[in-house]
């Protein structure tokens, strides 16, 4: 379910996509348990209607791609 403000749907994909650092050095397996979870958000994001929702949701599948 998508949230009906596309601000905030921009925001949870910044969220994403600095999230995967926030576990820094040594514990990026921590952060793959969460990959199931949050793969079907970027997924939306990037079918998102907003251009500006879909470049960060863009930016949040790579980051989480580049440290799995």
Known sequence: HQHPSKGVREGVHW??????TSFGPGHMDE??????VL???IVAGLSDEHETVRDVALRAGQ???SVT
């Open 39 to 41: 793969l079907p958000i």
């Open 15 to 20: 969220l994403l996509s600095f999230l995967p």
């Open 31 to 36: 952060f793959s348990e969460f990959i199931a």
């Open 63 to 65: 980051v989480s791609q």
